[in-house]
Every structure is written in structure tokens, then in C-alpha cells.
């Protein structure tokens, strides 16, 4: 009886702006294995798991989760885009964020992939303390969500291990609070900071 080969399974990916990174290093490993001595056993255990129990999608080569809402369908990135401060305001209608989102690659990049299909966004600016002096936003097709917005979909939108903006602030001018913006922490918890900041994550969406 010949020699039992060990059977050798590799984990890699997941989804995260490191993903093609894992699939490339677990490529090497796969192909510099002794293969007298191990039988291969390649598999994607992470995004097995994934996606048997999250809705995940890869689109312009970043991941997704999506939710349904009606005839519509919501696309929450899993991960940053990129880390900036929100602006000079609290104003999410004002804000770097909202310029570099909508002029960045992977806006180009999603309306090339969908054509017409992008649905644009509307986002109600209400301040945490009620105010609606900042009004709605819209028109743009790929934005940061608001708080009622992250409340709606909570269970299809898993953590993350950084804090990062959403599009509510905190107060407005006329409560006197034009700095602080509401922002969801490593564990799902919410609080507000300033706009300042500069580590903040930029967490997008958008509706197809």
C-alpha cells in the first residue's frame, strides 16, 4: 500500500480591498507545494461561508453586501474605499467626501459596469437632534449612508474593524453644532466626531 498523502486545505481571500493579494500569495503556495507529499485540497472556505450566509457580490473589483428593498437593491461596500477627513462642515452636501466620491475611479467605474441601471441617491440630511436645515442630497450614484439608512439594513451590513463616516450630522447651525458627525465604530456602536478628523473610513453604496 503506498503512502497516505496528507491532504493539505488552503484558506484564503475573504472579502476585503486585500482580496486579489490573498489569491495571489495562496497561488504561490499552491504551486510551490511538495506534490509527492500533499494532495491538493483547494478550497475558499471564507467565501464559502460568505456567501452562505451573507448576500456578497465582487463588482469593479471591490465586495458587496446587498439588500432588498422592494424593486430596488442595495449595495454596501464590505470594507473603505478610502480613509479622509469629512470636510469643514458637517454638511454632507458640502463635504471632501461627497467631491472625492462622486469624481473618484470607482464612480466612472460603476456606471460603466451598469450603464443606466445605477439608481441615484437621496439622502435626508436630518441633524441626530432633528434639525432639517441641511435638507436632502441628490442626484449623485454613489454616496455614504445615513443613520436611518444603516438602521434599515443593520442585519445585512456586517462590522468592520474601523470606525467610518455616515452622512448624518450631529447638529446643524442653527443648533449650534456645525463639526460633528455621526460615525459607526469597530463594534457597531455609534457616536459622533468631528469633521476633522482625518483617519476617518469612507464606507459608499449605491442602488441598482
Not at 479622509?84 to 472625492?100: A, C, L, P, W
Request: charged share 25%; proline share 2%; net charge negative.
Amino acid at each position: 500500500m503506498g503512502d497516505i498523502m496528507t491532504r493539505l486545505g488552503i484558506t484564503y481571500g475573504g472579502i476585503s480591498t486585500e482580496h486579489d493579494v490573498s489569491e495571489m500569495s495562496a497561488k504561490s503556495v499552491i504551486e510551490n507545494l511538495d506534490k509527492e507529499k500533499y494532495e491538493q485540497s483547494f478550497r475558499e472556505d471564507v467565501k464559502e461561508w460568505l456567501e452562505k450566509n451573507l448576500s456578497i457580490e465582487y463588482v469593479c473589483g471591490k465586495s458587496w453586501t446587498c439588500a432588498k428593498d422592494g424593486k430596488y437593491t442595495y449595495h454596501f461596500m464590505y470594507g473603505s474605499l478610502f480613509d479622509n477627513r469629512f470636510g469643514d462642515t458637517n454638511n454632507y452636501s458640502e463635504s471632501e467626501i461627497k467631491e472625492k466620491l462622486v469624481n473618484s475611479g470607482l464612480a466612472k467605474e460603476l456606471e460603466e459596469f451598469y450603464g443606466g441601471k445605477l439608481v441615484p441617491i437621496t439622502l435626508d440630511l436630518t441633524s441626530l437632534n432633528g434639525s432639517k436645515e441641511y435638507g436632502v442630497v441628490s442626484g449623485d450614484k454613489i454616496a455614504i449612508p445615513t443613520l436611518d439608512i444603516l438602521r434599515k439594513f443593520k442585519e445585512n451590513i456586517p462590522l468592520m474593524s474601523r470606525w467610518y463616516w455616515t452622512s448624518t450630522p450631529n447638529g446643524t447651525k442653527q443648533t449650534g453644532d456645525t463639526s460633528c458627525v455621526r460615525v459607526v465604530r469597530g463594534d457597531g456602536s455609534m457616536v459622533c466626531l468631528g469633521c476633522d478628523w482625518d483617519c476617518g473610513s469612507v464606507r459608499p453604496f449605491y442602488i441598482t
